[in-house]
């Protein structure tokens, strides 16, 4: 899954999360906002401290990784802090996808029920017909989303946030996913920043202390340094 702020996922649970765990909606599963530090999900949430705070914390971290000899842990604490920084800037994608998702079921169920005349009234969608005169592929390019029907299943669907980005894509074979904004991206790489830099201080600092201790003597067995 390519995605800002995703993340791997392993076996069975990479499969729930990437097919989506939130509502129906025609042949598919929302994704799941509420897990959004699991499965890469981001949303806008309004910011609860400043970004000074959410630092100290990245920086707190990112030591304790170190003393433990991990680099970017991915634990629960370090997912949920990471989703702190970034959602801020994030685009609403939880009404943009929900509601553009019900939207492409309805305008694809209208088509398929009034045929030519309905599209002949809707500029933006494009009819394909076989033979028989029944709907075989439907595809739809609006402002805010594109999508792609082969019969009843959705073969295809990307959103747009309002600044022609795209924030999700949606396919059968793949599940979602979801590509950064420019904004995002910036607030990835301030984290990633952060992290590192508090990362490698400990790290130096710990290799430091370590080299400072004498462990043995030639021939002998370890020492107390402190004796």
Partial sequence: MSAIGGVAFGGIQAAI???????NVGNIKLPNFKNAAMNGAYTKTEPLRSDEEIKEDIVRIAKADAEKGKLQSQTKEF?????EYVSSVSPDRESIITNSTKQ???NADAI???????LNSLLEL?????????????????SNYKACFEGDTLTYAEF???NGEMIASYDPNNGWSYPGTKAESVRHHEFT???????????????????????????????????
Wanted: proline fraction near 1%.
């Fill in 126 to 142: 494009l009819i394909e017909r076989d033979k028989k005169d029944k709907i075989t592929a439907i595809n739809m390019n609006c």
């Fill in 193 to 227: 920043v952060t992290y590192n830099e508090a990362w490698n201080n400990a790290n130096a600092e710990i290799n430091a202390q370590n080299k400072s201790v004498p462990k043995h003597l030639d021939g002998g067995g370890a020492i107390d340094a402190y004796a």
């Fill in 17 to 23: 999360e990437r097919f989506g765990t939130g509502a």
């Fill in 160 to 162: 747009h946030d309002s």
């Fill in 104 to 106: 492409i079921f309805s």
């Fill in 112 to 118: 398929k029920s009034k045929g030519k005349a309905f």
């Fill in 79 to 83: 997912l949920e802090l990471k989703k």
